[in-house]
Nanobody
C-alpha cells in the first residue's frame, strides 16, 4: 500500500523559506517520477514541480521557477521541496504525489498524471 507522508509546512513571512519533506513507503519510490501538487483556497490543484526517478531531470510551474527546488534522496525514500523567496500567492496545501510514470517524466505533470498522494501539509505566507 502506497503511503506518502508530508512534513515541513508552516507559517512564514513573505520572502522567507520552508523545506517540505515527503516520506514514501509501500512501493519502490526510486522507480517512479514524483512531484508536488498544491491547492490554494478556491482554486484547482496545480502541479508545482516534478522530478524523474533518478533525480536528474526536474520540471517546474512558471510561477515557482527560480524560487523552488525539488530533489529526492532515493536511499531514504524521501522527496523534498525547498521553497525560497516565498510569496503570499504560494499559500496553499501542498501534496506529495507519486506519478503513473516509471523512470522518466519529460514534462511538468498535471494532477491527472499522479496516482497517489499524501494528506498534505499547509503552507501559509503572510505579506
Amino acid at each position: 500500500q502506497v503511503q506518502l507522508v508530508e512534513s515541513g509546512g508552516g507559517s512564514v513571512q513573505a520572502g522567507g523559506s520552508l523545506r517540505l519533506s515527503c516520506a514514501a513507503s509501500g512501493y519502490t519510490a526510486s522507480m517512479y517520477c514524483m512531484g508536488w501538487i498544491r491547492q490554494a483556497p478556491g482554486k484547482e490543484r496545480e502541479g508545482v514541480a516534478n522530478i524523474d526517478a533518478g533525480g536528474g531531470s526536474t520540471y517546474y510551474a512558471d510561477s515557482v521557477k527560480g524560487r523552488f527546488t525539488i530533489s529526492r534522496d532515493n536511499a531514504k525514500n524521501t522527496l523534498y521541496l525547498q521553497m525560497d523567496s516565498l510569496k503570499s500567492e504560494d499559500t496553499a496545501m501542498y501534496y506529495c504525489a507519486k506519478s503513473m510514470y516509471g523512470g522518466s517524466c519529460s514534462h511538468r505533470l498535471k494532477e491527472f498524471e499522479y496516482t497517489d498522494w499524501g494528506q498534505g501539509t499547509q503552507v501559509t505566507v503572510s505579506s
